[in-house]
Structures are given as structure tokens and as C-alpha cells.
């Protein structure tokens, strides 16, 4: 069972700022399958980027995720006030097994 | 589009056991993984386990023991059933479409374990 985890637990930005979020796994994610979710308070989480750097449908590009093996990051370029929220990886090389990180909460500095 | 839609009792006694289903619309229920996934308030997501249009089941270890999911789709529904709740049961229970990654998502449903 991959474990990942994420780091940091909460980024304290300001909109307009860049925020780096990274997610690592116990092992290497086969062939990169890595996705990251938003979840906002009260709603489901929504997908933003899956096979580690592919954004999904009407994803803004100032979303871009990066990495590969262990190492995965995921960076909102120039926040807006809508991207604070919780953001979570999700492996699914070991499909149809799947596990997500703990969160990283962006709040507003 | 696909939608989902969790539905049951919001509310389950300890000792007992949790029933909740999904209904699909807007698309056939074949050539994916039906999932549920879990969040205890304040918490993050657990991937609960799924199951493929054909019938496959997967489950997450920590829950292997409890768990069962199954599938009727010739009414475009799966469910989840959970044995032997505790109040660390408690959480918002969703109902996810799998292709890998999870596209599209029920509105959750919340189940309080309580007596």
C-alpha cells in the first residue's frame, strides 16, 4: 500500500502570491499516476490535475502540477480569492486500490 | 454529465449497521470502478473501496473486515454497507465515478454514529 504524504499541512498566502504544494509517496507511483483534488468547505472535492501534470476539464492554467517517482508537486500560480481551500493527492498506480494524502490547507496570510 | 446521489439514514446507533446508496445518471455505469470514499469531520478523505460495472470488488485493508459494496445496474445504483459501527464511523460518506482518478462525485451525505 502506497502511504503519501503532504507537505506543509497549512500555507498562509496572499492573492497574487504563488503557492507550492508537495506530495510524496512511500514508493514510487507507478507511471506517475498522480492526481490532486480542491475541496472547499461543504462540497466535494474536484479534480485538477491527473497523470501527475495533465489538467483536467476547465482547469485554469494557473494551476500546473509537476514530478515524478516519490516527489510530486502541485503550484497555483498568482492566487485568486477561490483557490483557498484544502488540496489532496491521490495515487492510483496501485489501481483499483487508491489512497489519498492528508490535505494541505491554503488560507489567506 | 454524470450526477450521483448518496441516500440513507443520516443517523446509525453503535453496534449497528450502516446502509447508504448511490444512484447514477447521465451516463452507463460500464467500464468504471463505483467508489465510496469517506471523510470524518474536520478530517481528510478515506477511500473506503469500490466496484466495477462488472461486479469486481476492492477494499480498502483498514476496512476489509466490515465493508461490503455491491452493485445493481439495471438500476444504475451501488451501495455500501458497514458492519459493527462506532462513533469514529461518523463522516461524510461520497459516492465517487473511477476512472483512476475520480471524476465526477455524489454531494456527500453525512452519517452520525450515535445512540
Known amino acids: 500500500e502506497i502511504v503519501l504524504t503532504q507537505s506543509p499541512g497549512t500555507l498562509s498566502l496572499s492573492p497574487g502570491e504563488t503557492a507550492t504544494l508537495s506530495c510524496r509517496g512511500s514508493?514510487?507511483?507507478?507511471?506517475?499516476?498522480l492526481a490532486w483534488y480542491q475541496q472547499k468547505p461543504g462540497q466535494a472535492p474536484r479534480l485538477l490535475i491527473y497523470?501527475?501534470?495533465t489538467r483536467a476539464t476547465g482547469i485554469p492554467d494557473r494551476f500546473s502540477g509537476s514530478g515524478s517517482g516519490t516527489d510530486f508537486t502541485l503550484t497555483i500560480s498568482r492566487l485568486e480569492p477561490e483557490d483557498f481551500a484544502v488540496y489532496y493527492c491521490?495515487?492510483?498506480?496501485?489501481?483499483?486500490?487508491?489512497?489519498f494524502g492528508p490535505g494541505t490547507k491554503v488560507d489567506v496570510k | 454529465q454524470v450526477q450521483l446521489q448518496e441516500s440513507g439514514p443520516g443517523l446509525v446507533k453503535p453496534s449497528e449497521t450502516l446502509s447508504l446508496t448511490c444512484s447514477v445518471s447521465?451516463?452507463?455505469?460500464?467500464?468504471?470502478?463505483w467508489t465510496w470514499i469517506r471523510q470524518p469531520p474536520g478530517k481528510g478523505l478515506e477511500w473506503i473501496g469500490n466496484?466495477?460495472?462488472?461486479?469486481?470488488?476492492n477494499y480498502a485493508p483498514s476496512l476489509k473486515s466490515r465493508v461490503s459494496i455491491s452493485v445493481d445496474t439495471s438500476k444504475k445504483q451501488f451501495s455500501l454497507r458497514l458492519s459493527s459501527v462506532t462513533p469514529a464511523d461518523t463522516a461524510v460518506y461520497y459516492c465517487?465515478?473511477?476512472?483512476?482518478?475520480?471524476?465526477?462525485w455524489g454531494r456527500g451525505i453525512l452519517v452520525t454514529v450515535s445512540s
Open positions: 514508493q514510487s507511483v507507478t507511471s506517475n499516476f
Open positions: 491521490q495515487q492510483y498506480g496501485s489501481s483499483p486500490l487508491f489512497s
Open positions: 466496484i466495477y460495472f462488472s461486479g469486481t470488488i
Open positions: 447521465g451516463d452507463s455505469m460500464r467500464n468504471f470502478y
Open positions: 465517487a465515478r473511477a476512472s483512476g482518478v475520480f471524476d465526477f
Open positions: 497523470g501527475a501534470s
